[in-house]
């Protein structure tokens, strides 16, 4: 009995070649899909590479290459090298929306090669990709990469309109303010409101979804705490609403695109140097430096923050500058603000013929 099971099982074994070899391409190809579009960071998707010639060779199928996601392109600033810069060329060239939108911004800001910078992101916005379409919104805005005299603000306003039909939150908040200010479209308060308070409404059903995810093994902790979740009411007197533009929704801050935090680490650890005069905008998230000096907005009130954009004014007063923000003294000997500094989030106004915009 036991020389019979050895003649069965033996010649098995030893005949029998790796299971992984018998595999035919397109199923691993459509794994490694699966794999390069939920990865969490680049390292997750290059070890496997690494695992043997195969995974290697099939890893690199453009398929495979279209399909990353933006956590498996957000290569760090300081690890930025050639062999880097020719992966998101390679998934640029398999048609990824997200490396054109990634390699794009970074070779328009940190690289400083505009024309093939805004050429990437414009590839990314044909494809419908929301935050290109932003972010070339912000570009027009600001006349980045020329003069101020290349500003375009109905551009600027069409793309972040066709952006906001995709639901990216920051060109809602952005969109809503260029109509409650006039600013490059014909002034409607009542829509800007109505989009900001869809903005708001879009960032707490975020916020909640993330934290359901983050406790899904604990059914009582499902419960959401609403009492987090509170309206503020503004307390300022006068026509308009005291209302501020998230529409005082304590949500908490959301997460940023991974190239954001590449344009932010490229800069303030000094693999890239800014040139003389140049500022990035001040709120956190964001990253954009700027092209020339006196781009930005600055705020009106203490003159020490600027932004690239009503939209990072806005979630920077909400996360950080309200509590910051203290008026200079011109404005104290004119009796201040009776609004303690809630006019942060107002509307903008051209600083004489400087380039530079206040937020009054």
Not at 249 to 269: D, I, R, Y
Request: net charge positive; proline share 3%.
């Amino acid at each position: 009995m036991l020389q019979r099971k050895k003649q069965r099982t033996c010649p098995e074994i030893t005949d029998k070649s790796d299971l992984f070899d018998g595999l035919p391409d397109d199923l691993v190809v459509s794994i490694l899909c699966n794999l390069s579009s939920s990865a969490s960071c680049p390292s997750d998707f290059i070890k496997v590479l690494l695992t043997c010639k195969r995974l290697n060779r099939l890893g690199l199928h453009p398929l495979v290459l279209s399909k990353a996601g933006p956590k498996a392109l957000a290569v760090k600033a300081r690890n930025w090298s050639d062999s880097a810069h020719c992966f998101l060329k390679h998934c640029v060239a398999a048609g990824n929306a997200e490396a054109c939108y990634t390699l794009g911004m970074i070779r328009f800001y940190c690289l400083q090669n505009r024309g093939s910078g805004a050429s990437l992101m414009a590839k990314a916005a044909i494809k419908y990709h929301a935050a290109a379409l932003y972010s070339l919104a912000v570009i027009q805005f600001n006349g980045s990469g020329g003069s101020k005299y290349n500003k375009d603000l109905q551009a600027g306003v069409a793309l972040c309109a066709r952006a906001a039909f995709l639901g990216h939150v920051d060109a809602l908040r952005e969109l809503g303010h260029c109509l409650q200010d006039g600013y490059g479209v014909r002034q409607n308060v009542t829509e800007g409101r109505r989009l900001l308070l869809q903005a708001n409404a879009r960032e707490l059903v975020s916020s909640l979804n993330s934290l359901i995810k983050r406790q899904p093994q604990q059914q009582h902790k499902r419960r959401v705490n609403y009492q987090h979740y509170t309206y503020r009411t503004g307390s300022g007197s006068g026509s308009g609403c005291p209302l501020l533009s998230d529409f005082g929704c304590n949500v908490p801050a959301p997460e940023g695109h991974p190239v954001n935090t590449f344009l932010k680490e490229w800069f303030e650890s000094g693999v890239g140097e800014l040139g003389q005069g140049l500022r990035l905008c001040s709120h956190k998230g964001c990253g954009r430096p700027e092209t020339r000096a006196n781009e930005f907005r600055r705020c009106s009130v203490c003159g020490t923050v600027n932004y690239c954009s009503r939209g990072c004014q806005a979630l920077d007063w909400k996360l950080r500058h309200k509590v910051e923000c203290v008026p200079i003294e011109r404005r104290l000997e004119e009796g201040g603000n009776e609004n303690g500094g809630d006019a942060g989030a107002g509307r903008l106004e051209a600083v004489g013929e400087a380039e530079d915009v206040a937020i009054d």
